[in-house]
């Protein structure tokens, strides 16, 4: 019992010590839909991130809001774990789902003619380090492509 609760203290020592810096969302990097029904969509999500620490990351099972040139396009569900390897920019793949907002699919059609969209990705999103369980509340905006919305490039993982 008294080594739990050594190992325990120890434990909350070191970690009380541990800055964790912020995870960077650099960008999109491929989208494909997987599947469509009614207001869901199914998609492959390539997403480019830097974790600037000297430890992994490990994201879990999370909802965020999704808007596009600040219009609710609907909510974003991570049904995976993905870990974000310590001290590198990479490009992780994640399927996630989307609960579409009444005439999404009609906003597409209008961001696909633009040249440049601002995503944001607002909400908390569940992580932990160590084993220790954080919840972090983001609103990450992106410009990105408008192209990104075209039928074509959905249909197929584009780069």
Do not use: H, W
Not at 63 to 83: H, M
Not at 128 to 140: C, L, R, T
Request: hydrophobic letters at 45%; aromatic letters at 8%.
């Amino acid at each position: 019992m008294k080594i739990l609760i050594y190992s325990i203290l120890i434990l909350l020592t070191f970690s009380s010590c541990i800055e964790i810096q912020d995870v960077e969302f650099k960008g999109m990097d491929g989208v494909k839909v997987e599947r469509m029904e009614n207001k869901k969509l199914a998609l492959k999500l390539g997403v480019k991130i830097e974790n600037p620490n000297f430890f992994s990351i490990k994201v879990k099972p999370s909802v965020v809001d999704v808007f596009v040139n600040e219009e609710l396009i609907g909510k974003a569900y991570l049904d995976e774990s993905i870990k974000l390897i310590r001290k590198k920019e990479d490009t992780y793949f994640a399927n996630v789902r989307i609960d579409l907002e009444d005439g999404a699919l009609f906003k597409f059609v209008k961001y696909a003619m633009k040249l440049k969209v601002q995503l944001r990705v607002k909400g908390i999103v569940k992580g932990s380090a160590f084993g220790i369980p954080k919840k972090v509340e983001i609103n990450q905006v992106k410009e990105i492509d408008g192209s990104t919305f075209k039928i074509d490039n959905l249909m197929n993982l584009n780069k």
